[in-house]
């Protein structure tokens, strides 16, 4: 590098220096006003996911770049979550262990300032937030490829807490292994979703002798082969980046969009952000026709739908329970008059909260 060169990249540094110097006493100005709402909402609830919905959406807005928006949501969501920090360190329960997507879900939607707890199952997930050991919770709700996780939705029908966010994660998986090459691999440990998801990948790229191994989590194939020189395993970032694990190959899922969705859930749902969902899971008698007659009332009112799934109902034999999202607010208008008309048509209706729709 020339000597002008050199210069140039020096009087940038001193520009930067001086620049960083503002943003610290900025972002301190910003967590002091932050810590004085916290003295004002003194024990009640401090996080609120519609204002943290509105906060990001609008730095979006007012983005002129060259970062873009994506990336400066990122760094005001850390922002926020360390000012959050300072008014009550949250802790949130997810489905463990260490080095899962749902704590990538959990860091992604909280930032890195709260604390995870890792939980062994999804049942354990909704019993430390319930029983108060934590905050929030984040579980896993669907799949892109693989549809709906029955054991959160199945839990949301009996529980007592509310949905008050939604995180959506693209899922990349990449084949890990403690050594640097493909030789000699002859098991590969992987969640049976991640194993289905990258189906199409092991039979093109790996001998068809090799075993393909389920087990309990991605973070744990990736523990198990990080002991096993002989193995593999399927898991994402965190997981290879906690087992020191190279990626031997990356970004092996079938489908490229392959996303997964992932609910926030806490003793209350949020207030109105401006941008919202509501989920309401909804039982009908077994007859013809039920499906219609609870879908009829929302279209009616001209509530939108973003999901409807069905699930046998665990309480009878033959009866279905229905979980809608809609894009509407629990106190919308049109929405009270079609949650009116649905108790009318209904064994059941439970709205399972109203919350932001994902921002970031
Ligand atoms: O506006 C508030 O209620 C705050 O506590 C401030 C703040 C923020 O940093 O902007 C922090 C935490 C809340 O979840 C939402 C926003």
Known sequence: MSDQQLQLIQQHREAIDALDAQILQLINERAQHAHQIGVIKGSGVVYRPEREAQVLTRIKE???????????????????????????????????PEGTFTQAAAIKHFGHAANTLPCASIDEVFRVVEAGSA???????????EGAVGRTLDLMVGSSLKICGEVVLRIHHHLLRASDNMAGI?????????????????????????????????????????LDPTCAAIAGDAAAEKYVL??????????????????????????????????????????????HAVAEPLARNGVS??????????????????FADVEAYIDDENMQTALAELQQVAAFVKVLGSYPQAVI
Not at 76 to 87: D, G, K, N, V
Not at 200 to 205: H, S, T
């Open 186 to 226: 002859e098991r590969v440990y992987a969640h049976a979703q991640a194993l289905a998801q990258c189906h199409e990948w092991l039979n093109q790229n790996l001998p068809a002798q090799v075993e393909r191994i389920s087990v309990s989590s991605n973070a744990e194939a990736a523990r198990m082969a990080s």
């Open 246 to 291: 190279n990626k031997l190959a990356q970004n092996i899922e079938d489908e490229p969009n392959n996303t997964t969705r992932f609910l926030v859930l806490g003793a209350q749902s949020s207030a109105r952000s401006g941008k919202d969902k509501t989920s309401l899971v909804i039982s009908a008698p077994n007859r013809a026709g039920a499906l």
């Open 135 to 145: 905050d929030y919770a984040v579980a896993p709700v669907e799949n892109s490829t």
């Open 305 to 322: 739908m973003t999901k409807f799934e069905s699930r046998p109902s665990r309480t009878g034999l033959w009866e279905y329970v229905f």
């Open 62 to 96: 007012i983005n002129q770049g060259p970062l873009s928006g994506e990336a400066v949501a990122r760094l005001f969501r850390e922002i926020m979550s360390a000012c959050l920090a300072l008014e009550k360190p949250l802790t949130i329960a997810y489905l463990g």
